[in-house]
């Protein structure tokens, strides 16, 4: 089921503002180690100037294997990482694990995407440098890692971490369950406005380790979200913060 006003957001072009202001990036982990080795060089390969400006926050959604913070630990960076993990291993928890990045960002501006999606420096900078209003959830435009030019990533997104937390972030009662995104855009689309950046991303879905692997998707027990979504009553808020966690030490 679609999302009217966010997955038909209107297309524009962020006019260029000149002083950066601080963009923070929050990714979900769950056993993506070498592309998260290859996302790590990415920012790295960032301009000095920018990176200045860049913050990285990396949530592990209770990966059994290979934790985030091993890989991050072999890594000599320039720019701040922050790493958190979530202590219990449930599938499709990238719902608490972006509640997590988002709650410990620092006000200001925010990239919500998915380990298999990478933010090119171009877009990084534009993000940086271009004027964006606070009152808007942007998108992005994006196209495969082979350069073909696709639908905009319906859970990738540009907003204020106050903006993250007046839709109120992502139900946590939907944990476990995948395909759980749509929920969330029709809260974004019914809080605000919603526009989509011709800045683009890329994706690498499949490549690797990029993607999770470790659970199947659509299986008979995710219709489950519809009959937690159909019990909410009035004055209902999404469960948030409700899975613990704790952060890893660098």
Not at 41 to 50: I, K
Not at 74 to 83: A, E, G, I, N
Not at 164 to 190: I, M, P, Q
């Amino acid at each position: 089921m679609g999302a009217p006003g966010f997955d038909d957001a209107p297309v524009i072009v962020a006019p260029y503002l000149g002083t950066p202001k601080t963009v923070q990036f929050v990714y979900p982990y769950y056993e993506n180690p070498m592309f998260l080795e290859r996302q790590l060089h990415l920012w790295e390969s960032y301009p000095r100037s920018l990176l200045e400006h860049i913050r990285v926050y990396v949530v592990d959604d209770g990966s059994p294997k290979n934790p985030a913070a091993r890989v991050i630990k072999d890594q000599r960076l320039s720019f701040q990482v922050r790493v958190f993990r979530v202590d219990v291993d449930v599938r499709w928890n990238w719902l608490a694990a972006r509640n997590i990045g988002m709650h410990h960002a620092d006000d200001g501006w925010c990239v919500l995407t998915d380990m298999d999606h990478m933010i090119p420096s171009e877009t990084a900078t534009r993000l940086s440098k271009c004027c964006h209003n606070e009152e808007i959830i942007y998108r992005f435009k994006r196209r495969e890692a082979s350069g073909e030019l696709i639908h905009p990533h319906p859970n990738s997104m540009f907003m204020t971490r106050e903006m993250f937390w007046r839709v109120g972030g992502y139900d946590e009662a939907l944990s476990g369950h995948y395909g759980t995104d749509g929920d969330w855009r029709r809260r974004c689309a019914a809080t605000t406005r919603v526009q989509t950046l011709t800045d683009e991303i890329r994706r690498y879905e499949h490549i690797g380790d990029s993607s999770t692997t470790g659970y199947k998707r659509k299986q008979p027990q995710d219709a489950g979200k519809k009959a937690i979504i159909a019990k909410r009553g009035k004055g209902w808020r999404p469960l948030a913060l409700s899975f613990p966690y704790h952060e890893e030490a660098l």
